[in-house]
């Protein structure tokens, strides 16, 4: 998945271990438009929610899943992190695409 389709999309479920530390987040595939995704597939990984700001840490190689992560840089190859940011601005329904998107299947 290189991110220059806007048409790609992967849905992923996702468990939470907040007693762990670092807390912890498990992502198992669901579906995907993207040719080569594993339904089942998991990846591994750490989170921390500050105010409003989320960092993620995946131990991801594209391909299999590597072991979790234990710290929130990514010092390993395969381990990608991301900081999200709640946007102060309100969106609308529409600008998120949710009507676009297929439905999820249980």
């Known amino acids: ?3 220059t389709d806007p048409d790609d999309e992967i849905v992923e479920r996702f468990t939470l271990n907040p007693a762990k ?4 987040i498990d ?3 669901v579906s995907s438009t993207i040719t080569g995704y594993k339904k089942g597939g998991k990846e591994l990984g750490i989170y921390k929610l ?3 700001t ?5 131990g991801w190689t594209g ?3 590597v072991p979790r992560p234990t710290v929130f840089k990514p010092k390993d190859e395969g ?3 991301f900081k999200f940011v709640r946007s102060k601005k309100s969106i609308s ?3 998120t695409g949710v009507s676009q998107r297929p439905p999820l299947v249980p």
Not at 21 to 24: D, F, L, M, S, Y
Not at 54 to 58: A, E, G, N, R
């Open 27 to 29: 992502f198992t595939g």
């Open 93 to 95: 329904e529409d600008s």
């Open 79 to 81: 381990v990608r992190s």
């Open 1 to 3: 998945f290189d991110g």
């Open 21 to 24: 530390t670092p807390k912890q």
């Open 63 to 65: 391909k299999s899943a």
């Open 54 to 58: 989320l960092t993620l840490t995946i």
């Open 50 to 52: 500050e105010g409003d």
